[in-house]
């Protein structure tokens, strides 16, 4: 069993006004058989934190492309994008590059 | 595991750029970034020393960083160009007054003068105002329209030599788009130039530094320079037509990042057969501003609002230009057609 983890999420760019304006959030996951990957995260994000329009953030079981992902301030394309496996502490952050101009 | 920067492979790498597919640390991309937009620059010797630059600001991330970036290299490469910042006021509440703030605040941060011209004080009307006239469906013509000639406007009031704007390489590659899926063939043969030729009285000369600087880059520079910029969405922008053209091209860079330059190479390469026909640009007669019809568009949906017949600058009524300019009462029949508005 892999123990409970905590993460700071951030919205910016605009995506944060799918989560109620909120740009920062601390969230804990739930304990689970096997580790967090960033595929869980972004099913559990859907399924607990969006509450309208999740189309504008998830796409299939990924971001919604023109969402930017960075894992511990790196790009998450370094990182192994959907197969990431999630650190107790990790800070993952969205920007929408879709806003504005 | 992290990955090292593949330029000074001494640090960890921040981003895989999409143009290279390179991974690079933050300082490594710093300088990259700033060095292509001078190559840019350079080679399409966009500007001449002692010239006064206007920097058409909205306080959106693609401005923010044309600002900064403009700032960072007159000074490291001594273009010798004055600097100022170019805001248009469309009279948005809610939006366009919050995004203003941000501009003020570049002005101080980056200490560049800025000179804020607006909807109101040009044309009688602001985009509030408007859209209670005209509904929801067609106010993003009035406001494109305007914002365009608000920006040679208040340029020429401030006599700058060019005007640049923020336009960056998805936004091109989205344009081109636009032009192909509307036919619009004298627009996507303009629309990849890098600046526009001066055009005589009225139109100051524009360019686009960050033509080829892609979307994603802007985006994470303005993020790890902590940039301040705006990022809410117009309370009014339904551009439906563009939306879609963005998500397609979004969704193509995600299969293949390179789509993005492909589609401006694609569109700066074409060729028009001849015999095309094309637009003649020539005057407005009532405002002096380039037009290829008797009256620029901005003069007609001007005319429209103030007739209270708000659909004359929406689609195609260019028999009717001779009357408004003699001013001669519409037809019954004419004005019918022009009040109704579809919600």
Partial sequence: MAAPIALHLEFGGGAELLFDGVKNHHVTLPSQSEPWDMRQLLAWIRGNMLKERPEL???GESVRPGILVLINDADWELMGELEYQLQDQDNIIFISTLHGG | MPVQCSSCTKKRAVLKRPKTGHSLCKDCFFWAFEEEVHQTIVSA???NRGETVGIGASGGKDSTVLAHVLKVLNERYDYGLK???????EGITGYRDD??????????????????????ELYGWTMDAIVKQVGLKNN??????????????????????KICTGHNADDVAETVLMNVLRGDIARLRRCTAISTASEGEGAIPRCKPLKYTYEKEIVLYAYFKKLDYFSTECIYSPNAYRGHARTFLKDLESVRPSAIVDVIHSGETLSVKEGVKMPVQGTCSRCGYISSQALCKSCVLLEGLNRGL???GIGKHHRLHGKILAQQPLTQQEERKLKAIDF
């Fill in chain 1, 57 to 59: 953030f998830v796409q």
């Fill in chain 2, 45 to 47: 010797r966009l500007f």
């Fill in chain 2, 83 to 89: 600097l100022l910042l170019l805001s248009v006021d």
């Fill in chain 2, 99 to 120: 995004s203003l703030e941000t501009v003020k605040r570049n002005q101080q941060q980056y200490e560049l003068p800025l000179k804020i011209v607006s909807y109101e």
């Fill in chain 2, 140 to 161: 993003c013509t009035f406001c494109g329209v305007f914002r365009r000639q608000a920006l040679d406007r208040g340029a020429m009031m401030l006599k700058v030599d």
């Fill in chain 2, 310 to 312: 708000p659909r004359l």
